[in-house]
Structures are given as structure tokens and as C-alpha cells.
């Protein structure tokens, strides 16, 4: 974060990570959903590891998200 303004991935980690609260799924689920271990959706949520393209649109299909645009960010909120 620079200056106040998150990272496009950490914008990314939000976004999922506000969805997943927002519908009230479960790690555990979500992470079975789109192919991972819970311990690896968690690596991704907390930095350690970057989500996939391909993670991304299974995570679109599985929270109902219009597309996968919807969990990125607009380029005005984030620092690149």
C-alpha cells in the first residue's frame, strides 16, 4: 500500500474476500469449489501467493458474480 492506495492484488484480495463475507460462504467451501485446499485459498487471501486468472473466474462462477471484472478493481483505486 502506497500512500493510502492499495496494490491491484491486495484490491483483488478484497474484493474476493468481501464477496465471500457478503454471501456468507465458508473457506472451506468456496476454497473445494474452485479446486484448492482451504490452506491454499488462505495463502492466496493473505498475500503469501497470487491468484490465477483461471482461480479468478472459477471464484466469479462460484460467489455469482456478474464476470470476473466484477472482483477487480478499477485502475483509480489502486497503485500499479
Given at each position: 500500500?502506497?500512500?493510502?492506495?492499495?496494490?491491484?492484488?491486495?484490491?483483488?484480495?478484497?474484493?474476493?474476500?468481501?464477496?465471500?463475507?457478503?454471501?456468507?460462504?465458508?473457506?472451506?467451501?468456496?476454497?473445494?469449489?474452485?479446486?484448492?485446499?482451504?490452506?491454499?485459498?488462505?495463502?492466496?487471501?493473505?498475500?503469501?501467493?497470487?491468484?490465477s486468472l483461471k482461480e479468478?473466474?472459477?471464484?466469479?462462477?462460484v460467489l455469482g458474480v456478474?464476470?470476473?471484472?466484477?472482483?477487480?478493481?478499477?485502475?483509480?483505486?489502486?497503485?500499479?
Amino acid at each position: 500500500m502506497k500512500n493510502g492506495v492499495p496494490s491491484f492484488e491486495n484490491a483483488v484480495r478484497g474484493n474476493v474476500r468481501a464477496e465471500i463475507a457478503r454471501h456468507g460462504f465458508r473457506m472451506d467451501n468456496v476454497a473445494e469449489s474452485i479446486g484448492l485446499s482451504k490452506a491454499r485459498l488462505s495463502s492466496r487471501l493473505n498475500g503469501h501467493t497470487s491468484f490465477s486468472l483461471k482461480e479468478l473466474f472459477r471464484l466469479a462462477d462460484v460467489l455469482g458474480v456478474g464476470n470476473v471484472g466484477d472482483l477487480l478493481p478499477s485502475l483509480s483505486e489502486v497503485e500499479l
